[in-house]
């Protein structure tokens, strides 16, 4: 995911083809919204060149402290059970991943994102607008401050409600180096009908459910959940592909 330099010397990224196995497939027939934007070919991985891991650069200082605090906006206190969600950005060989732009998003207490296209009848809350964003620190550690988010429906299929989750983006050394993925809670009991969860290979399914933390969890404040992203190898966190973004 990310180049490296030694001295004035830019090292690529190597290549590695990801593990079919492990990968989630573009265009899934149960997720019906894939069959629209799937494309009919198999996808051509590209490897990186130095036009894609030059040029603008995220600068650590403009990311601040309160954008990892999701729960105050506006002058108040959002609703809903507070959650601290933290853990590693950690490479194939379970090495940490230092100075990554790690960014999400999701849906309020109630269910509902801050997004013109969801008008579903649910409260909006003035005090959330559902998005964070944090530098991972020298061991790759990132923790956000925020508010468990609730199930909401979609019309993907009859009755379809999407279990709680949280969505990410890691950024690398470059803009074009991006992953995004979903992080789930242990024990939804919505899991057996989301397409979107369970078009994730059955094998790497639970790299994508974060870990209930009571030893990180704050006394009359907070909860606390631990997800890892693993960029690659056995342990890789499901990540979607380009075609796979969706506000779902």
Do not use: C
């Amino acid at each position: 995911m990310t180049g490296t330099t030694s001295g004035s010397r830019l090292h690529l990224p190597r290549y590695r083809r990801e593990d079919p196995s492990l990968r989630t497939p573009v265009g899934y027939p149960d997720y019906k919204s894939t069959g629209l934007r799937a494309p009919l070919r198999t996808p051509v991985d590209l490897p990186q060149r130095l036009t894609e891991v030059t040029g603008p650069l995220l600068g650590e200082d403009r990311v601040t402290a309160l954008d990892a605090d999701l729960t105050k906006r506006n002058g108040g206190e959002a609703m809903g059970q507070r959650i601290i969600v933290h853990g590693r950005v950690l490479d194939s060989d379970g090495r940490p991943v230092p100075h990554t732009l790690v960014e999400m998003w999701q849906a309020n207490a109630h269910g509902r994102y801050r997004h013109v296209v969801d008008n579903w009848p649910a409260p909006l809350d003035p005090h959330f607008d559902g998005l964070g964003r944090v530098m991972t620190g020298d061991q790759g550690r990132y923790e956000f401050l925020t508010i468990k988010p609730g199930a909401y429906p979609w019309r993907n299929h009859h009755n379809a409600w999407r279990p709680a989750h949280i969505h990410f983006s890691l950024f690398g050394r470059a803009f074009t180096q991006r992953l995004i993925t979903q992080m789930y809670f242990p024990d939804d009991p919505l899991f057996f009908q989301d397409p979107i969860f369970n078009a994730i290979p059955e094998g790497a399914r639970t790299a994508a459910i974060s870990r209930f933390d009571y030893d990180r969890t704050v006394d009359h404040w907070a909860l606390a959940f631990e997800f890892d992203f693993v960029l690659r190898g056995r342990d890789q966190t499901p990540f979607e592909t380009d075609d796979d973004g969706d506000v779902a």
